[in-house]
């Protein structure tokens, strides 16, 4: 009732002057009139985050906005993300190349059919068996007209067929080892993404109670100078720390913005901003002992997966040169018509009959290609075998820093929880100690910056301790 008689009486003031001269002398009064109300405020109010569409650039969309959780953010990530689809796109086209080189040991069946013209030498048929005959032209055809249609059956059978499938396996191993590190990786990138966003909208929060803060020991201060209590100096400091927060609050804003544009980016194949985000921040996960650690790391890693894949490939390669300098093997077997009438008989004469070839390749000199293949394979396979004994050294390193790492973020969690309180709780006392003329106010500028950094490390740390486990978990997978 007292606010609404102080803004009546404020109304009747500013209508009398038909003018704007008396605001300053009408805002002094209020602030006097007003002194109880704001001596009793002492504790950060509540402020509720806003999103100004023009900082943001949140589309103007009337509906509800899509609640989205870490676990969704995960699954559209994963239908959107191009990156992700690549280490897919790579495992199908692995799974085909295992498909082929197994088709390569098999024996394959086709079915051959042609018809060979010969101009005819002019002569009857019967001349072909005696010695006074013409030579008929193109002597290794069988006849004038000769018809062939026949089913083929052909095997191949090298030591470079039998290791290029055996390549393609060890290949195929390889690429599903990078799809899961793909997979485990995109956990990280949207992990930090969402909370970022989480993170964002609380120092946003932060700010905006920091402002409205220092706006009201603005207003404090210069009621204070009013009444001769404090010097000009603490209403110019007053001033300056409240400006800073205003910039603050709009550094803030940007980042937010920042932050919804970048998970935005990766959940949408649409671009859309009309999205919330839930803060879970409040409830961590718990973090396994190392041991537990440890032993999944060992047993789950991809990227040990895919180096231990990648040396067996580079060793197939190796057998597969190798096979480029022993003999090679083929059969082939016909079953059909090679005659010179297209019928299944001719003059009561079957023309059904099938043959056989069997070749030996015997590879003798060709200036040293295959030796040099082999040579390349070779220094493939001990480029492998380095790659795989440092993935062995850096498993164990990143299992123990990052478990260091998500330890030491939980430990100090409470700590930081603790800080942000204690802040909260010397700010209010400051305040009470230089409205009673017992601190300067610098020691109010001081309580409200910590405050501010204390809720924002405390904010970051508990993001921090969540983007701690999803690094572990790329090593361990979930747990």
Excluded at 98 to 113: C, D, F, H, K, T
Excluded at 140 to 163: K, P
Excluded at 268 to 282: H, T
Aim: charged residues 20%; aromatic residues 6%; contains cysteine.
């Amino acid at each position: 009732m007292r606010i609404a008689r102080i803004d009546s009486a404020a109304r009747k003031i500013v209508l009398s002057q038909n003018g704007y001269k008396s605001v300053g002398a009408l805002f002094t009064m209020v602030l006097l009139l007003a002194s109880p109300v704001l001596f009793a405020q002492t504790s950060s109010p509540e402020v509720t985050i806003t999103h100004p569409s023009g900082i943001l650039g949140v589309s103007a969309d009337n509906s509800a906005p899509l609640t989205i959780t870490l676990q969704d953010a995960l699954e559209r990530a994963r239908a959107n993300d191009p990156s992700f689809h690549s280490a897919l796109t790579d495992l199908g086209v692995a799974r085909e190349d295992r498909v082929q080189s197994r088709a390569g040991l098999l024996p394959s069946v086709s079915y051959n059919n042609s018809f060979v013209y010969t101009e005819g030498s002019g002569q009857p048929a019967a001349c072909a068996i005696t010695s006074t005959c013409t030579p008929s032209r193109f002597v290794a055809n069988n006849g004038v007209h000769e018809y062939i249609s026949q089913a083929n059956v052909h095997q191949s059978v090298s030591l470079s067929n039998m290791a290029d499938y055996r390549r393609s396996s060890a290949a195929l191993a390889q690429a599903r080892a990078k799809a899961e590190i793909a997979t485990r990786g995109l956990v990280v990138t949207v992990t930090q993404a969402y909370y970022g966003l989480v993170v964002a909208q609380r120092k946003y929060a932060t700010a905006q109670r920091a402002s409205t803060e220092a706006d009201r020991f603005q207003k404090i201060s210069q009621k204070l100078e009013n009444g001769g209590e404090v010097a000009h100096a603490d209403v110019v400091k007053a001033n300056i720390q409240a400006q800073q927060q205003r910039r603050d609050l709009q550094e803030a804003q940007l980042d937010m913005g920042r932050s919804r544009l970048d998970l935005a980016v990766l959940i949408f194949a649409d671009w859309n901003q009309n999205f919330s985000v839930v803060d879970d921040l409040q409830t961590p996960e718990p973090l396994p002992a190392f041991a537990d650690v440890e032993v999944a790391g060992k047993k789950n890693n991809p990227e040990l997966r895919a180096a231990l894949a990648a040396f067996s490939v580079a060793n197939h390669q190796v057998t597969a040169a190798w096979g480029g300098l022993l003999p090679s093997l083929s059969v082939d077997y016909f079953y059909g018509i090679d005659s010179n009438h297209f019928a299944i008989r001719t003059d009561g004469v079957r023309n059904l009959g099938y043959s056989a070839v069997a070749s030996l390749q015997i590879p003798i000199f060709n200036w040293g290609g295959d030796r040099s293949k082999l040579k390349q394979a070779e220094l493939r396979r001990d480029q492998a075998r380095i790659e795989l004994t440092h993935e062995q050294r850096l498993l164990l390193s990143h299992l123990q820093q990052f478990y260091d790492e998500a330890s030491t973020a939980r430990s100090e969690m409470d700590s930081l929880s603790s800080s942000a309180e204690m802040a909260a709780e010397s700010l209010r006392l400051t305040n009470l100690r230089y409205q009673a003329g017992e601190s300067t106010v610098l020691e109010i500028v001081d309580a409200q910056n910590t405050l501010t950094l204390a809720r924002n490390a405390f904010d970051d740390g508990q993001a921090r301790y969540r983007v701690a486990l999803a690094n572990l978990q790329t090593l361990t997978g979930s747990f």
